[in-house]
């Protein structure tokens, strides 16, 4: 990261060595970058210390001692990475900000020299989607939690993990764990209406939600009663003694608008947490982490593609995350007010532990294939956004694409742009069309051919099952 003051051109000190390793007689070509200032700087600091007579306080000892007194004792925690720079954030904006019980007493510094000298802290900056970023500081501070003194140390470990350690007086040591508490805390409470992926990564809520999204009524019905209408009597349901946490999985073949309905999820729930996994996007420690972080915020866990998460079914294979997200399910009671939604392509392949009984997924929207004035909307749509005006008769086109999902309209439309651009032209004539018709029926045809059962319902979607 570089910043306005003391910008430094960090490019003039990369060494760049490449090479090619051997993997199973593959040859695989690897370039390394190494950063020769950074190394020298740690290397000088070394050797500072192994030539340093032990016995002599650094300066960071000194400020210390004078802080916390002779007999010092510590703790420290780590999260990992993209999370880990989100706790860093929030800690810092906290304990700078005199908040939450934190006053800050001396400022954030780095010790270089073997901890005799002090510098500017590195500055860092959270990338914060929609909103102003949020800047802040690793390196060595001094603070009081509720008048207890503490050394506090922030810095990012070889794995890129974010590291908080805290240095108190030993007659104060039982403080440790509440003060680490609260900087923990700090990211949780910056983390409430956020939208994140499944490596702690924030996303957009604005590129991820659309409340213009068109559903079938059926889906729409479902999502409204039992996701965005249900989030407002949570705390009425817990209040009368019933676990109000509720679990929902969207099922139906691939391009039917499972995306699009939790993008209507996330605009219709602006202010609650959500967490959006994909198989790509699981954290080393798999779903445990992400489900406290739900948990903590009262929020919602979207579970894309369940089958590939880790809920196909055991007769078909053994998944390594099946079991975690069995345990974490079973642990919906007294989650607090937590909401989980999983899509699948693949409803019978689910494991029946997750779908025989409600506790764990308690209700199934069935997101088929749209009907005839669902694709007339969605190509009506689809023609207008890319040649603005337009406004053919969509009368054989719509009749032509019954069994159509929504990406396959999609498509049609684009390729009726595609025609008309090789004419020379940026307008979709009824021509443009219905080539497009032709060529789009063919492709389609041929895609089904090997997964017809998933398209044998095309008489749009229904709520409560499998239609």
Request: charge should be negative; hydrophobic fraction near 40%; charged fraction near 25%.
């Amino acid at each position: 990261m570089q910043t306005k003051d003391k910008k430094q051109d960090t490019t003039k000190t990369k060494l760049a060595v490449t090479g090619q390793l051997n993997m199973n007689n593959n040859p695989v070509d690897v370039t390394i970058d190494v950063d020769m200032l950074a190394y020298h700087r740690a290397n000088a600091e070394a050797l500072h210390r192994l030539t340093t007579d032990d016995d002599i306080p650094t300066l960071r000892d000194n400020r210390r001692k004078e802080h916390l007194g002779e007999d010092c004792t510590h703790q420290n925690k780590f999260w990992r990475q993209s999370l880990g720079h989100i706790v860093h954030a929030a800690s810092h904006r906290l304990i700078t900000s005199n908040q939450g019980g934190w006053t800050l007493v001396s400022p954030f510094v780095r010790y270089t020299a073997g901890y005799q000298k002090e510098e500017d802290p590195e500055r860092k900056v959270l990338m914060v989607p929609d909103v102003d970023d949020l800047a802040y500081q690793t390196g060595v501070a001094l603070a009081n939690f509720e008048e207890t003194p503490v050394e506090i140390s922030f810095w990012l470990d070889r794995d890129g993990d974010a590291n908080i350690r805290l240095y108190v007086d030993s007659n104060d040591k039982l403080q440790l764990g509440a003060m680490l508490d609260s900087l923990e805390q700090a990211a949780y409470d910056f983390l409430r209406g956020k939208v994140l992926d499944g490596h702690f990564r924030l996303v957009s809520r604005a590129s991820a939600s659309n409340e213009d999204v068109i559903l079938e009524p059926s889906v729409r019905e479902g999502l409204q009663r039992h996701v965005i209408d249900y989030r407002q009597h949570m705390e009425a349901i817990k209040a009368a003694g019933e676990d109000p946490s509720r679990g929902i999985i969207m099922a139906g073949p691939p391009g039917c608008g499972k995306t699009s309905a939790n993008r209507l999820v996330l605009s219709s729930l602006p202010d609650v947490t959500v967490v959006i996994v994909s198989s790509t996007s699981l954290q080393r420690d798999g779903l445990r982490t992400i489900w406290d972080l739900v948990k903590r915020t009262n929020g919602l866990l979207i579970l894309e593609d369940l089958d590939a998460v880790g809920g196909v079914s055991r007769e078909i294979a053994d998944h390594p995350i099946l079991g975690q997200l069995l345990e974490l399910l079973d642990g919906l009671e007294g989650a607090g007010c937590v909401q989980v939604i999983a899509t699948t392509n693949h409803l019978s392949k689910l494991d029946a532990a997750l779908t025989a009984r409600p506790g764990r997924f308690d209700r199934i929207i069935n997101v088929g294939v749209p009907t005839a004035e669902a694709r007339r909307e969605l190509l009506h749509r689809s023609l207008n956004r890319l040649s603005p005006g337009c406004s053919l008769n969509l009368d054989k086109a719509v009749a032509k694409t019954e069994g159509f999902t929504g990406a396959y309209v999609a498509e049609l439309g684009k390729s009726a742009f595609i025609e008309a651009l090789h004419d020379g032209s940026d307008t979709i004539t009824a021509g443009h069309l219905n080539a497009a018709l032709a060529d789009v029926l063919e492709q389609f045809g041929r895609a089904i051919n090997g997964h017809r059962p998933l398209y044998d319902a095309r008489g749009g979607s229904a709520f409560g099952g499998v239609a």
